[in-house]
């Protein structure tokens, strides 16, 4: 094992769960500097150390939390990468075989790990925090297609801002996964989400011209304060 393989301390793991899509690692980011760093050496590769020196100091900080995550998440799947850094569409950069996702908030760092076979299958993974927990401003107009207006228009208050929250982080999750298939940005109407009670999601996807009919599942839960989200997108 690599010498900076070091198991996360446990006052910073978040959750461990397994998961439809694969292994998802919560971590709390720590506040104090010295510690985020002493964090990163520990945890990190020499290189992705390298690379987040030199970013500014929040992107670093959910940079070196993003990757903690991930480390934690390969490790606990028995899966192993060298340094990984980040494509040219900003996702991780894993070895053949291996597919991953990144996500995260400025105390918060989530990610997902799985093995795959081939390249015909990408994952996605998005955390918020929960409207419950912290009030947000309404992004529905920006969000929301004319069908999901109509399945939210009877809700208000809370219940609609947690409904289009999660629906928001949903498309997140899904438009990572879609990512390395189309290469573009996604607008949020070119896809339909209704979450179901049962951590489900049925998908309605109108990706525009030239995109191919992906297969698309979703899974959402909530947890400890946390819109947690997962994608799988398979390539036709």
């Not at 219940?159 to 990512?179: G, H, M, P, Q």
């Amino acid at each position: 094992m690599a010498r900076w393989a070091t198991r996360v301390q446990p006052s910073l793991l978040l959750f461990d769960r397994c998961l439809a899509h694969g292994r998802c690692v919560g971590v709390r980011i720590p506040e104090d500097e010295a510690a985020l760093a002493a964090l990163a050496e520990g945890a990190l590769a020499p290189a992705e150390v390298a690379f987040a020196s030199g970013l500014a100091t929040l992107r670093r900080r959910t940079w070196i939390g993003g990757r903690v995550a991930l480390r934690e998440a390969l490790r606990r799947s028995g899966l192993e990468a060298p340094a990984v850094l980040a494509d040219d569409r900003g996702a991780p950069l894993l070895p053949v075989g291996i597919a991953g996702s990144v996500s995260h908030k400025e105390h918060v760092a989530v990610a997902l790990a799985a093995p795959v076979a081939g390249d015909r299958a990408r994952f996605g993974v998005d955390v918020e925090i929960d409207a419950q927990a912290r009030p947000r401003r309404d992004v529905a107009s920006k969000v929301l297609a004319d069908d999901e207006h109509a399945e939210l228009a009877a809700m208000t208050g809370e219940e609609r801002a947690r409904e289009v929250l999660l629906r928001f982080s949903l498309k997140e999750s899904i438009y990572k996964a879609v990512d390395p298939f189309v290469r573009r940005y996604v607008a949020f109407r070119e896809v339909s989400v209704t979450p179901l009670r049962d951590g489900t999601t049925t998908v309605r996807a109108r990706l525009r011209e030239g995109a191919g009919a992906f297969g698309i599942e979703a899974y959402w839960l909530r947890v400890d304060g946390l819109v947690l989200t997962t994608a799988k997108v398979t390539a036709p």
